[in-house]
C-alpha cells in the first residue's frame, strides 16, 4: 500500500537531530517561551521576509489571534463582516465566529480554488473589515489583486498560510503579503512540528507586541495583565523540533513540485481534471487534488491498487452541522468542488518508482 502520507518516513530521516534538539531542551531545564522559541522565531521570519513571528499553540490559535488582537486595538468590533472563501478548512471560519465576527462565505474561483477577486469586491459591504485569503492546497492566493482591493475600500488582509509555507510570488512569499499571516505546523503540514504548533507573521511592531501578550495571558510581564489574553505557546520542544524541520523546508518543496511536474505531464486520462499549472514557485502543494465525477469510484479504484487517497474536504464549513444557519447558502462552485475533489499522495518522500506506479493506475482508471 502506498499510503497517503507516511509521517514516520518523513520524520526519521531526521532521527537523530531531532533527538539531539530533544535532547538540549531537556537539559536545558526550560519548557516554555525560552531560547528555543526565540531563535525558531527569528529563523521562521528570515525565512518568511517578515519583521516579526510570534509563536502560538495552533494554526486555528495564530488566526484567531490576530483577529482578537485587531479588536483589541480598536480596528474591529463584534459584527464586523470577514471575507473568506467558501470552500476552506473549517478552522479559518472557526477563528471568524470565535471573535464574534460574521464570515462572509464567497465561492472560490474554479481553477485556482482560491478567493476570486471579482467576487471578493462583489461581497464587500459597509461592514466589510477583514479579507481572509486561503492559500488552499499550498497555491498562493492572487495576492497584488487582494492587496489592490484591501488598499481601495481600506480591509485588513489576514492570510490563512497554514498549508502554504514558502509559496512564493515574484519573490515575495506567503505571508509577507497581507497585514498578518497565520501558519499551522500540524504534523502533516509542510512544515511540521512533533504535536501540535503555529505562528503568526507581520510586519506590524504594534500588533507583533500586542500578539506576544495575548498569547501569555495578557501579560508582558510576570503578574501583569494588562489585556483579556489566553495560554497558546509554541512551546521548547516543538520550537527545537521545528528548528530541525525548518532548515530542510527548502529541499522538501522541490521534492514536492518534482512529484507534482511529474503528475501534471504524466496523468492524461479524460476523467480526471487535474489542479491549475501554476505560476512556477508560487504553488508548495501541500495536496495534489484533482478532480472527477467518478469520484468514489476512482477512489475505490486506487485503494484496491494500492493507493491511498484522501478527500479535502468531503463538507463545505457552511454545510457543517455546526454551522447550521448558513446551511441554505448558494456556493455553487464550492459544492460542486466538495463532491469532486480527490487528493493523490504527495510528499517528500515519495519514491520515483512509487509516483509511476501512481501515474500508471491513475491512466487506467475507466
Ligand atoms: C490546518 C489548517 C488550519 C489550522 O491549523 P491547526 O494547527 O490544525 O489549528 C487552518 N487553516 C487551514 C487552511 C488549515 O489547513
Redo the contacts with the bound molecule.
Keep these: 500500500m502506498i499510503p497517503f502520507l507516511n509521517l514516520k518516513e518523513i520524520n526519521q530521516k531526521y532521527e537523530q537531530e531531532l533527538k539531539d534538539a530533544c535532547s538540549r531542551v531537556i537539559n536545558s531545564g526550560w519548557y516554555i517561551m525560552g531560547e528555543e522559541l526565540l531563535g525558531f522565531e527569528k529563523e521562521f521570519s528570515t525565512f518568511c521576509g517578515t519583521n516579526h513571528t510570534i509563536g502560538v499553540a495552533?494554526?486555528?490559535?495564530a488566526?484567531s489571534l490576530v483577529l482578537r488582537a485587531w479588536i483589541e486595538l480598536g480596528k474591529l468590533k463584534a459584527g464586523d463582516e470577514v471575507i473568506v472563501q467558501a470552500n476552506?478548512?473549517i478552522?479559518?471560519i472557526l477563528s471568524i465566529t470565535e471573535n464574534n465576527l460574521i464570515p462572509v462565505f464567497v465561492d472560490p474561483d474554479p481553477f485556482s480554488l482560491n478567493l476570486d477577486p471579482h467576487k471578493l469586491k462583489a461581497a464587500i459591504t459597509e461592514k466589510t473589515k477583514v479579507i481572509l485569503p486561503?492559500h488552499?492546497y499550498g497555491l498562493l492566493s492572487p495576492m497584488s489583486e487582494i492587496m489592490a482591493i484591501a488598499k481601495d475600500f481600506n480591509l485588513l488582509v489576514l492570510e490563512?498560510c497554514?498549508?502554504a509555507h514558502g509559496a512564493k510570488e515574484s519573490g515575495k512569499l506567503a505571508g509577507s503579503w497581507g497585514d498578518a499571516a497565520a501558519f499551522?505546523?500540524?504534523p502533516g503540514?509542510n512544515l511540521g512540528a512533533l504535536g501540535?504548533g503555529?505562528a503568526i507573521v507581520t510586519d506590524n511592531d504594534e500588533l507583533a507586541h500586542l500578539l506576544r501578550a495575548l498569547r501569555n495571558y495578557g501579560s508582558h510581564k510576570k503578574y501583569e495583565h494588562s489585556y483579556l489574553g489566553v495560554n497558546s505557546r509554541l512551546d521548547e520542544i516543538q520550537a527545537a523540533m521545528l528548528r530541525v524541520k525548518l532548515k530542510y523546508l527548502s529541499d522538501e518543496t522541490v521534492s514536492r513540485r518534482d512529484v507534482a511536474s511529474r503528475y501534471l505531464s504524466g496523468i492524461v486520462n479524460t476523467k480526471i481534471q487535474l489542479p491549475q499549472d501554476p505560476i512556477p514557485l508560487s504553488h508548495v502543494w501541500h495536496l495534489f487534488v484533482v478532480q472527477t465525477e467518478y469520484r468514489t469510484k476512482l477512489q475505490e479504484f486506487l485503494s484496491s491498487e494500492g493507493i491511498q487517497t484522501q478527500i479535502h474536504y468531503p463538507i463545505p464549513p457552511n454545510k457543517q452541522q455546526a454551522y447550521k444557519k448558513w446551511s441554505n447558502l448558494s456556493l455553487p462552485i464550492s459544492e460542486k468542488l466538495h463532491q469532486r475533489v480527490l487528493s493523490l499522495p504527495i510528499a517528500p518522500n515519495l519514491e520515483n518508482d512509487e509516483v509511476e506506479y501512481i501515474i500508471k493506475t491513475v491512466n487506467q482508471f475507466s
Design positions: 495552533s494554526g486555528l490559535d488566526l476552506t478548512y478552522a479559518s486561503v488552499l490563512d497554514a498549508q499551522s505546523f500540524y503540514k501540535d503555529g
